[in-house]
């Protein structure tokens, strides 16, 4: 599958840098953790080695029925985009739940596109993540310094 430039994709290729950012976040079985933009699932699949409540969020369209019949009801797939969610809800703890408030952590390979409006959100709900591993694009991360 062709990745798309409008959407800023760069899919994750190398296994061993996908395994690298999984074990940064020190999943715990059954933690909540996010991944935007799963791609083909080289992350996901290292992600889900750990034993979370793994959420993606997919905007691609075109991906939705590979990741749906890959992955099943092992985690919960949202198609649409990260920036438009209700992040106030979606990183809330429910009432009936035990995890502490910030027991959600985000693990990404991030596209390009959506960098800045996306630290943006995470700057104000940074309180609701016990954890954030984010992979950049090289020249983001130098601008970042």
Same mark, same amino acid.
């Given at each position: 599958m062709k990745q798309l430039k409008e959407l800023g994709?760069?899919?994750?290729?190398?296994?061993?840098?996908?395994?690298?950012?999984?074990?940064?976040?020190?999943?715990? +079985?059954?933690?909540? =953790?996010? *991944?935007?933009?799963?791609?083909?699932?080289?992350?996901? #699949? $290292?992600?889900l080695s750990f034993g +979370?409540?793994?959420? =993606?969020? *997919?905007?691609?369209?075109?991906l939705?029925?590979?990741? #749906? $019949?890959?992955?099943g009801d092992r985690l919960s797939l949202i198609h649409g985009d990260i920036l438009r969610q209700d992040w106030q809800a979606m990183t809330s703890v429910a009432a009936d739940s035990q995890p502490e408030p910030d027991s959600l952590k985000l693990v990404s390979n991030l596209p390009y596109?959506?960098?800045?409006?996306?630290?943006?959100?995470?700057?104000?709900y940074h309180d609701r993540f016990k954890c954030i591993v984010l992979m950049l694009q090289k020249e983001v991360a130098q601008r970042l310094q």
């Amino acid at each position: 599958m062709k990745q798309l430039k409008e959407l800023g994709q760069n899919f994750l290729t190398d296994r061993s840098v996908a395994a690298a950012i999984a074990s940064a976040a020190e999943i715990k +079985p059954g933690e909540r =953790v996010w *991944e935007i933009g799963p791609g083909r699932g080289i992350l996901t #699949d $290292e992600l889900l080695s750990f034993g +979370p409540r793994l959420t =993606v969020f *997919e905007l691609d369209r075109r991906l939705i029925p590979y990741l #749906d $019949e890959r992955y099943g009801d092992r985690l919960s797939l949202i198609h649409g985009d990260i920036l438009r969610q209700d992040w106030q809800a979606m990183t809330s703890v429910a009432a009936d739940s035990q995890p502490e408030p910030d027991s959600l952590k985000l693990v990404s390979n991030l596209p390009y596109q959506i960098t800045s409006p996306l630290l943006d959100l995470l700057q104000r709900y940074h309180d609701r993540f016990k954890c954030i591993v984010l992979m950049l694009q090289k020249e983001v991360a130098q601008r970042l310094q």
